[in-house]
């Protein structure tokens, strides 16, 4: 593997654990529109394409799914960041990481607004250099390369100098279509077996196996 001088990292399912927030929100707007709730289970494993994306299979008409959104939004602001956590050991791996030379930016499906405040609440936005979420794209929603490529642009680094780390199909997606080698961790919205079969650069346990990875890549 080239020489890498920019980690970009996904944020839900890869770096936080913001599962219970969504799965409230989400239930939330469903009780509102007198729809069943769903389990944590299968709510969990659609997250990852944005929380419209995530209602929409649910609800019957457009005219239902905006009022979901309005009633998904108004949940999550009232919840947000209480229950959402650093997966063990992420606090730590950035700050080696940033010591270790490394550029970190981070590429988040979720508004700025959300994503600032779960970093800010956490202790970490200020390990990074650059994070791009969908508003800075005029909601291009990964798989769209363009969060990636707006953070290649503004580190002023080339494809071959990044890594990308996600944990879902869609991050797998997102990576090659930026041209950016990616790795996916299994703490996320996906199940092994599904992310091996679209043959990531490499697979994870969780993010803090990934200095681990550096090494031996370098060594190879």
């Given at each position: 593997?080239?020489?890498k ?6 944020l839900d399912?890869?770096?936080i ?8 929100a989400?239930?939330y707007?469903?009780?509102r529109?007198y729809r ?9 494993y ?16 457009a ?25 063990p ?8 990481l ?7 930016g981070?590429?988040?499906n979720?508004?700025?607004r959300y ?5 800010q609440?956490?202790g ?5 250099q ?16 363009a969060?990636?490529?707006t953070i290649?642009?503004r580190?002023r680094?080339?494809p071959?100098?990044?890594?990308y780390?996600?944990?879902t ?6 990576g090659r279509?930026a ?11 996906e ?5 091996l ?5 490499a ?5 803090t196996?990934?200095?681990?990875y ?7």
């Amino acid at each position: 593997m080239p020489q890498k001088t920019l980690i970009i990292f996904d944020l839900d399912g890869t770096l936080i654990d913001d599962y219970q927030t969504i799965v409230e929100a989400f239930n939330y707007a469903m009780r509102r529109l007198y729809r069943p709730e769903q389990s944590y289970e299968t709510i969990k494993y659609r997250v990852g394409s944005g929380h419209r994306n995530l209602l929409a299979p649910f609800l019957a008409s457009a005219e239902e799914l905006d009022a979901a959104e309005k009633f998904y939004k108004e949940r999550y602001d009232q919840l947000l960041p209480h229950h959402t956590r650093l997966f063990p050991g992420v606090s730590a791996l950035l700050t080696d990481l940033q010591k270790q030379g490394y550029l970190l930016g981070a590429a988040s499906n979720k508004i700025r607004r959300y994503s600032l405040t779960i970093l800010q609440h956490l202790g970490i936005a200020s390990l990074f250099q650059t994070i791009i979420c969908q508003d800075d794209v005029d909601g291009r929603l990964k798989p769209d390369p363009a969060m990636l490529l707006t953070i290649l642009e503004r580190m002023r680094k080339t494809p071959v100098e990044a890594l990308y780390v996600g944990d879902t199909l869609i991050d797998i997606e997102t990576g090659r279509q930026a041209n950016i080698d990616t790795i996916v961790v299994l703490t996320g919205s996906e199940r092994k077996e599904t992310l091996l079969q679209a043959a990531p650069l490499a697979l994870l346990q969780s993010v803090t196996d990934l200095p681990a990875y550096l090494e031996s890549a370098t060594d190879s």
